[in-house]
């Protein structure tokens, strides 16, 4: 008889707790004019009947815009998490959480829409979106 695998999309893909929901509210950290943002979808992820898709640092989320100016408000756009609140662990054994849940806003071909990151980037953020790490002043 042939054992089935234990399928666990985002811990096996990430290796780390993805800590940001279908659903959750982030703060945007650059300056594209938009203050707050709603996570609506994770491409990519595919998850059991009922049980809302999640993300961590590093990956790509399409969010719909809350708080900002009134050009970029009510749109659907997306963005790369840089920051998550809810601790995770790294290969190397340490631990690490940030004080907030915040967001990069990127075109789709994954150039960031503002010309400035504030706050803390996530290491695993900066190793995938090189353009995210270029504007960043601190990388942990």
């Known amino acids: ?8 999309a985002i ?4 290796g780390y707790s993805a800590g940001l929901q279908v659903g959750t509210y982030a703060v945007v950290a650059d300056n594209s004019g938009a203050k707050e943002a709603m996570i609506v979808d994770v491409p990519g992820v595919k998850t059991r ?7 961590g640092p590093g990956d790509m989320v399409i969010v719909t815009i809350k708080k900002g ?8 756009s997306y963005a790369v998490v ?3 609140k809810r601790p995770y662990r790294r290969p190397d054994g340490t631990w ?3 004080s907030d849940n ?9 150039t960031p ?6 706050g803390p980037v996530a290491r695993e953020a900066a190793e995938r979106w090189p353009s995210i790490a270029k504007l960043a002043t601190t990388i942990i």
């Open 1 to 8: 008889m042939v054992r089935r695998q234990k399928f666990t």
């Open 11 to 14: 811990l096996s893909r990430f």
């Open 49 to 55: 009947v009922r049980r809302l898709a999640a993300a």
């Open 69 to 76: 100016t009134p050009q970029v408000r009510k749109q659907i």
């Open 82 to 84: 840089i920051r998550q």
């Open 96 to 98: 690490i959480s940030f």
């Open 102 to 110: 915040a967001i990069v806003l990127i075109n789709q071909d994954g």
């Open 113 to 118: 829409k503002g010309s400035e990151v504030r």
